[in-house]
């Protein structure tokens, strides 16, 4: 069966720019999940979805940042005016709800000039 | 102080030999334990769900939790050359989402 599927794979991009990142979930999973790793760093939660309920978006560092999901399937994680700082790999998870193991894509890892 | 502590190594060890990872983590609350692999450049791979304390094996992988010590291990036996990769742990607590991770320990098994 298909994983937690993202792209692009790289993205790089010249600081000052929007991206956009997309994660396509596991069918069937309800929930899903926003995580940025930084090198040396753990993963860092940033954003939540489940179902049609209000996402909890409590880990996003900046106004900068913002995620759709539409339903239960796709979601895009969204940079604004992006910052050098912004540089990381970010990766998309998704279970079958909220209490259930996360299963991890393969990440986007974004690089900014 | 972190949440959840993890010596990033690298550790290396020969192939066969029997490797010992480990977190501590600073809050009594946490229940649910998990390890998780990850490849360079890939995202990680769910090793092992483990809730609350007691022992969990899973083919070559046994995981480990003392919650009187916080103190979580997972034991691979037999180690492979495959086996190398950095290894996460995770916590969080009852009825949450939010998974609290350890930093990874780099693993390198020698062939």
């Known amino acids: 069966g298909a994983g937690v599927s993202q792209s692009p794979s790289n993205k790089v991009t010249e600081k000052g720019k929007d991206v956009e990142l997309r994660c396509d979930p596991i069918s069937g999973h309800t929930a899903l999940y926003w995580y940025r790793q930084r090198l040396g760093q753990g993963l860092e939660f940033l954003i939540y979805f489940q179902g049609n309920s209000a996402p909890d978006k409590s880990g996003l560092p900046s106004d900068r940042f913002s995620a759709e999901r539409t339903g239960e399937s796709v979601s895009t994680l969204t940079i604004q005016r992006t910052q050098q700082e912004d540089s990381a790999v970010y990766l998309c998870?998704?279970?079958?709800?909220?209490?259930?193991?996360?299963?991890f894509g393969d990440g986007t890892r974004l690089s900014i000039l | 102080q972190k949440e959840v502590e993890q010596d990033p190594g690298p550790l290396s060890v020969p192939e066969g030999a029997i490797v010992s990872l480990n977190c501590t983590y600073s809050?009594?609350?946490?229940?649910?334990f998990m390890w998780y692999r990850q490849y360079s450049r890939k995202g990680p791979e769910l090793l092992m769900y483990?809730?609350?304390?007691g022992n969990k094996e899973d083919g070559r992988f046994t995981a480990q939790v003392d919650k009187s010590s916080k103190y979580i291990s997972l034991f691979i036996r037999d180690s492979q050359p495959s086996d190398s990769a950095t290894y996460l742990c995770a916590t969080t607590t009852s009825g949450t989402y939010k998974y609290i991770f350890g930093t990874g320990t780099r693993l390198k098994v020698l062939a």
């Open positions: 998870a998704s279970s079958l709800d909220q209490n259930q193991p996360q299963h």
């Open positions: 483990t809730y609350s304390s």
């Open positions: 809050n009594s609350a946490f229940q649910y």
